[in-house]
Every structure is written in structure tokens, then in C-alpha cells.
């Protein structure tokens, strides 16, 4: 018998889950996860490449952008597939609040939040992308920061449906769209649910790091190859 749990979303609003999607665990990228998340972003389709990144990026430039992202300034989330396979990153970068000053009019906090995401082609439609979403949003909210920014093309309108859903301002311009989320303050509900999320994901990765590792050494010994 499936069930079906109730989930509250970083707004606080309660929806439903679980019935027909699976369960995503989201889990902080660090170093150790670079190579993997170059080797997800590589992975995308071009038109998918253009939507994540706003233009045609080569693999070499991809590979910069990840090299360059500063683990102690920004977060980033990602899913890991039941093979250890990175499925989807969400990256959550922060700037201060005048570096510009269309998003410094969005909020009198110290510092912005811009989000990024992208999730596999194998992926799509099962509640990553939102998933991701959501943790980003309370991540935000439980830092001090009260406004999510997105930008993306117009034409993304899967992204503008996420947007739509959680119940961004949008503001489409010449093909392009910024959309803002407005975060309540944190309360202990939001931090402990941020912090119960993070600690299930770690072990869901040690889980399946092992479990890889495990198939790998498998596959070494002589004569045996696993599945
Ligand atoms: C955008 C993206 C991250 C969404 O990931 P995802 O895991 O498929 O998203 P979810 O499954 O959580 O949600 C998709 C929602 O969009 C809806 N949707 C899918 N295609 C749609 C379309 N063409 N028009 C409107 N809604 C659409 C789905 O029905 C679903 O809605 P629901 O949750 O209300 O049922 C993924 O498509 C992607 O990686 N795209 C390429 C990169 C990109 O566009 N990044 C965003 C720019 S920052």
C-alpha cells in the first residue's frame, strides 16, 4: 500500500507527497563532489545547457564555472541517484545586496540569494527541480536572507510553472525572466526541518557511497561481475 505524507514547503504551506513520486533526499555538495557535478553538467543536453546557464556554454567553460564556485561563500545542493549517480544540483549563490541594484530593490537584507538548477533528463518530472527548490528556500530563511531570486528565459516554462507554484514574482523582460520569492523568517519548525533534511541526506549518501564502493570492489574480484 502506497502512502501518502504531508510535507511543508519552506512557506509553510502543507501539500502532499509522496504517493506517486519518490522520495528525494537533498544533500550539501562539497569539494569532494566537483569532479561529479562537472560530470552532470556536462551530461546535459545543449538546449537543457541553455536554459541552466542563459547561453550556449562550452565543456571547458562549464568545467570553469564549477572549479570556481566558492564552497565557504555559496551552497549547493544536489541528488544523488540509488547507484550514486548526481542527478540534479541546485546552486544557491549569494552576493551582497548592492552588487545589483535591481535585487538590492527587493530587499533591505544585507545579502541576496540567486538560485540555479538543473536535474537530469532521466530525472525530470518526479519532484527534483522542486525539491531542490524548496531546500534552497529554506536555506535562505533560515540565514537571513528573505528574497530568492531567479533568472531564467521565458520560454523555461518549466521553471516558470516551479515559480508560479511556490508563488514568485515574476517580471519578464525582452525574453528573459526575473522571479522573486518573499521568505517569512526563520522559526524553529523551518531550522529543524532544514537540519533533519540535511542529516537523512548525509545518511542516504554515506549509504550508497558505501554501497558503490562495495560493487566496485565486487567487480574486481576475479572470475565476478555484479550487475
Ligand atoms: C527545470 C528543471 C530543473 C525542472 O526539474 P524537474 O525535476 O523536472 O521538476 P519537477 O519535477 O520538480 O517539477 C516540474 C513541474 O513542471 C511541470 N512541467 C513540466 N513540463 C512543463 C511544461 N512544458 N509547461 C508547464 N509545466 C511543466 C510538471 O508537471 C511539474 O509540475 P507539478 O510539480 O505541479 O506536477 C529541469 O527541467 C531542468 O533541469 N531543465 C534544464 C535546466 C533549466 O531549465 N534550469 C532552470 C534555469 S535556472
Not at 507527497?17 to 537533498?26: C, D, E, I, K, S
Not at 531564467?152 to 514574482?169: D, E, P, R, V
Not at 564502493?213 to 572470475?223: C, F, Q, S, T, Y
Request: glycine share 6%; proline share 4%.
Amino acid at each position: 500500500m502506497s502512502s501518502i505524507d504531508l510535507f511543508q514547503n519552506p512557506l509553510g504551506r502543507w501539500f502532499k507527497g509522496g504517493a506517486a513520486r519518490p522520495t528525494v533526499r537533498v544533500k550539501e555538495l562539497k569539494e569532494r563532489d566537483r569532479r561529479r557535478m562537472v560530470k552532470h553538467f556536462l551530461a546535459l543536453e545543449s538546449r537543457d545547457r541553455l536554459l541552466r546557464f542563459g547561453a550556449i556554454v562550452p565543456d571547458e567553460q562549464v568545467a570553469k564555472y564549477v572549479n570556481g564556485i566558492d564552497f565557504a561563500r555559496d551552497m549547493v545542493f544536489g541528488v544523488y541517484n540509488r547507484v550514486f549517480k548526481l542527478v540534479a544540483v541546485g546552486h544557491l549563490a549569494f552576493a551582497p545586496r548592492d552588487a545589483s541594484p535591481r535585487k538590492s530593490a527587493a530587499t533591505d537584507k544585507e545579502r541576496v540569494a540567486e538560485f540555479g538548477v538543473s536535474v537530469a533528463h532521466s530525472m525530470r518530472g518526479m519532484g527534483v527541480g522542486s525539491k531542490l527548490f524548496e531546500r534552497a528556500a529554506i536555506h535562505c530563511r533560515n540565514n537571513d536572507i528573505d528574497t530568492l531570486y531567479m533568472h531564467c528565459l521565458s520560454s523555461n516554462a518549466t521553471m516558470m510553472h516551479i515559480a508560479k507554484k511556490a508563488g514568485m514574482a515574476i517580471h519578464r523582460d525582452y525574453g528573459e525572466a526575473d522571479a522573486y520569492l518573499k521568505l517569512p523568517p526563520p522559526n524553529p519548525g523551518s531550522v529543524l526541518q532544514e537540519a533533519m533534511e540535511e542529516q537523512v541526506a548525509m545518511l542516504d549518501y554515506a549509504y550508497k557511497a558505501n554501497k558503490r564502493a562495495a560493487v566496485k570492489w565486487l567487480d574486481r574480484l576475479p572470475g565476478r561481475k555484479s550487475e
